[in-house]
């Protein structure tokens, strides 16, 4: 005999999305969720680089055993290897991921939704080796959404603006899904007649 698992019904949400995403806004309002300098680090910028792979830091500068030196521009996407975040790995989300932004439970299982970049091009407001950068993360939106299927999620909009001395270099704006936790399965016990 086949052993077929069978599907249990999750048991209903603590919160329904609308609340969820209500409490979300209300958490953090027109205030931003954090602003965080850091120091554009020569050594970090190249490590990067040789993880890639890339042959050159930014156009005629060489990876090589050096770091770039000050002035260099942060090539597109690099912003990325700084500014993580300071907390304790406890304090992770089950996927690793930080939880300041996640909703109330059961939505706490998070995917990657979409984003994009935006670059002042003005190149005296170009990220650079050896600057100080400020980092201001805020919430866009919290929207609640209905599945096909019935079930519900949340569309949460986030915006990290980079700024150096001269403004705004980089504008990182980010949509990620919330969706419920899966529902756990209870452990079957395998006999010689279900396998």
Same mark, same amino acid.
């Given at each position: 005999?086949? &052993?077929?698992?069978? $599907?249990?019904?999750?048991?209903?949400?603590?919160?329904?999305a609308?609340?969820?995403?209500? =409490?979300?806004? #209300? $958490?953090?309002?027109?205030?931003?969720?954090?602003i965080?300098?850091?120091f554009?680090?020569?050594n #970090?910028? #190249?490590?990067l680089?040789?993880?890639?792979? $890339?042959?050159? /830091?930014?156009?005629?500068?060489?990876?090589?055993?050096?770091?770039?030196?000050?002035?260099?521009?942060?090539? @597109?996407?690099y912003h990325l290897?700084?500014?993580?975040?300071?907390?304790?790995?406890?304090?992770?989300?089950?996927?690793?991921?930080?939880r300041?932004v996640?909703?109330l439970?059961p &939505?706490?299982?998070?995917?990657?939704?979409?984003? =994009?970049?935006?670059?002042?091009?003005?190149?005296? #407001?170009? !990220?650079r080796?050896?600057?100080?950068?400020?980092e201001?993360t805020?919430i /866009?939106?919290?929207e @609640?959404?209905? !599945?096909?299927?019935?079930?519900?999620?949340?569309?949460?909009?986030?915006e990290?603006?980079?700024?150096?001395?001269?403004?705004?270099?980089?504008?990182?704006?980010?949509?990620?899904?919330?969706? @419920?936790?899966?529902?756990?399965?209870?452990?079957?016990?395998r006999t010689?007649?279900?396998?």
């Amino acid at each position: 005999m086949s &052993y077929i698992p069978r $599907r249990f019904a999750s048991t209903l949400p603590k919160f329904t999305a609308t609340e969820a995403a209500n =409490e979300i806004l #209300q $958490r953090f309002g027109k205030k931003p969720i954090s602003i965080r300098t850091q120091f554009i680090d020569p050594n #970090q910028a #190249q490590l990067l680089s040789l993880t890639l792979g $890339r042959p050159n /830091l930014h156009r005629n500068v060489p990876v090589t055993g050096t770091a770039p030196p000050v002035g260099t521009p942060l090539p @597109p996407g690099y912003h990325l290897a700084y500014f993580t975040p300071s907390i304790l790995e406890k304090e992770l989300g089950a996927d690793g991921s930080d939880r300041t932004v996640n909703p109330l439970s059961p &939505y706490t299982r998070r995917m990657w939704a979409g984003g =994009e970049l935006e670059w002042n091009q003005d190149p005296d #407001q170009l !990220l650079r080796i050896g600057q100080t950068v400020t980092e201001i993360t805020e919430i /866009l939106s919290a929207e @609640p959404k209905k !599945l096909r299927n019935g079930n519900e999620m949340i569309l949460v909009g986030v915006e990290k603006r980079f700024e150096n001395e001269k403004g705004v270099a980089l504008i990182d704006r980010r949509s990620v899904h919330f969706l @419920p936790k899966p529902p756990k399965f209870p452990n079957f016990k395998r006999t010689e007649e279900s396998v």
